[in-house]
């Protein structure tokens, strides 16, 4: 929210009724506060506009958030001062994130695990462990996130999902720990592929070509 609060206004000292500010004087109160609630309702519609990353950037959570974040304000500031068009935006955030509270919650569970795999998986450059060592840990994490107590139906899917996917990488998994310079994914692979493709298309204008 940096930036988006102007300095306090201060109070007026002239009578209501008066002669129009002159040309490029500073602006009342009820300006200010105007422009205050228009950032507001700007902010909030560019946080529905959030493009996501998975696995690790995921917009929802963070649109849900940052959302979460304006409402709070908002309504820190309507305890203060009473504003039409602020109440309203408080009102129809609270009206909107209310029913996604709980589904929230588990998905930023589940995107815990997947930070903490994430975090198992990473190479140490100061002393690389060993393939038994990390296929260790790996499994001893997802038994201990297949045992949680009081999870979800939805967060129990999601953690029988992790462990079906990790075995079925699992024989290929941990190779690049035992091997010297093998590395962890073919992303880089992939991406001179996808490089070599979109020059082909550069040079001869035509899909599909045979390699």
Same mark, same amino acid.
């Given at each position: ?20 500010? *002159? ?23 560019? %946080? ?11 917009? #929802? ?16 500031? *309507? ?9 309203? %935006?408080?009102?129809? %955030?609270?009206?909107? *994130? ?14 815990? &695990? ?9 190479? !140490? ?12 840990? %790996? ?19 999601? #953690? ?5 996917? !990790?075995?079925?990488? &699992? ?19 992939? !991406? ?20």
């Amino acid at each position: 929210m940096t930036g988006l609060f102007p300095s306090p206004p201060a109070e007026p000292t002239a009578p209501a009724a008066q002669s129009p500010p *002159l040309r490029g004087t500073r602006p009342g109160p009820a300006a200010e506060t105007d422009a205050v609630i228009t950032q507001f309702c700007r902010h909030t519609r560019y %946080l529905l506009t959030l493009k996501g990353r998975p696995p690790f950037r995921l917009a #929802g959570l963070e649109t849900y958030e940052r959302l979460q974040n304006v409402a709070c304000v908002s309504l820190d500031l *309507l305890a203060q001062r009473y504003e039409p068009r602020l109440a309203q %935006l408080y009102q129809g %955030l609270q009206s909107t *994130l209310s029913p996604f509270a709980q589904a929230y919650q588990e998905l930023r569970q589940g995107a815990a &695990w997947l930070r903490d795999i994430a975090y198992i998986l990473e190479p !140490s450059t100061a002393q690389p462990p060993s393939a038994a060592h990390v296929a260790g840990q %790996l499994r001893g994490y997802l038994d201990t996130v297949l045992r949680l107590p009081n999870v979800t139906p939805t967060l129990y899917e999601f #953690g029988l999902h992790l462990d079906k996917i !990790s075995r079925s990488y &699992w024989p290929g998994l941990f190779h690049c720990y035992d091997v010297p310079s093998l590395p962890r994914t073919n992303n880089d692979l992939e !991406s001179c592929f996808r490089d070599t493709r979109r020059r082909l298309l550069r040079t001869t204008g035509q899909q599909g070509l045979t390699q």
